[in-house]
């Protein structure tokens, strides 16, 4: 493939999927990780961790329900009642010692906060999630996972949220989770645009 050809592949990737690292980009593309070094460094795209932290730091809406330091993971985005993501990579303290496979509650716990950040309340609590583990994750690996608030018609103090994990490209968890939220901030907040109407 022609450098310049694979240049515009390459930032075309990374847009879609700022996570990935240069050993995935090198193996998606079939080259070397110097040479997606190089790519990079020409093309003036910083490295992962950088990525990350500067999605970290653009602005997003401030978590309500729960302090920031309780969210599993680097949390990367947030839209207050609309989306979510956070970033988990699994180190030595989250696997079994013999297998270097994540324990199940490291996910489980990552979906769950995140799941809880993203409802615009001072109170919510998870009510019910209904899980699949969809494969075994391992050691080192980061765990991308995206969050999306689903209102249930008719429903004033619950809230429906789809949690996917994904490592790289691939789907290793997801959980639907039945958010409780507190029907009193429910009414503050529609007796505010009921008044704003008028």
């Keep these: 493939m022609p450098k310049k050809h694979r240049q515009q592949l390459l930032t075309k990737e990374i847009e879609e ?8 980009l090198a193996g998606k593309f079939q080259v070397s990780i110097q040479t997606i070094r190089l790519d990079r460094l020409e093309l003036g795209i910083p490295e992962v961790r950088e990525r990350i932290k500067m999605m970290a730091e653009r602005s997003f809406d401030q978590i309500r329900s729960i302090p920031l330091h309780e969210v599993i993971g680097d949390l990367v985005d947030l839209q207050l009642d609309k ?3 956070s ?4 180190k030595e303290e989250h ?15 990552q979906a769950n ?81 009921h008044a704003d109407s008028h």
Aim: proline share 3%; with cysteine; glycine share 6%.
């Design 87 to 90: 970033i988990l990579e699994i």
């Design 113 to 193: 906060s995140l799941a809880v950040a993203v409802i615009n309340d001072q109170i919510a609590l998870t009510l019910s999630a209904d899980i699949r583990f969809v494969r075994a994750v391992k050691l080192y690996e980061k765990c991308v996972s995206k969050a999306y608030v689903r209102p249930i018609p008719g429903e004033k103090v619950k809230a429906k949220v789809e949690v996917f994990t994904y490592v790289g490209d691939e789907l290793v968890f997801q959980g639907n989770f039945v958010i409780y939220r507190s029907h009193k901030e429910m009414q503050l907040r529609g007796g505010k645009s």
């Design 17 to 24: 999927n700022p996570f990935l690292t240069d050993e995935e």
């Design 83 to 85: 989306s979510g993501i």
């Design 95 to 109: 696997v079994f010692s013999r297998t270097r496979i994540a324990r199940g509650h490291h996910l489980f716990a």
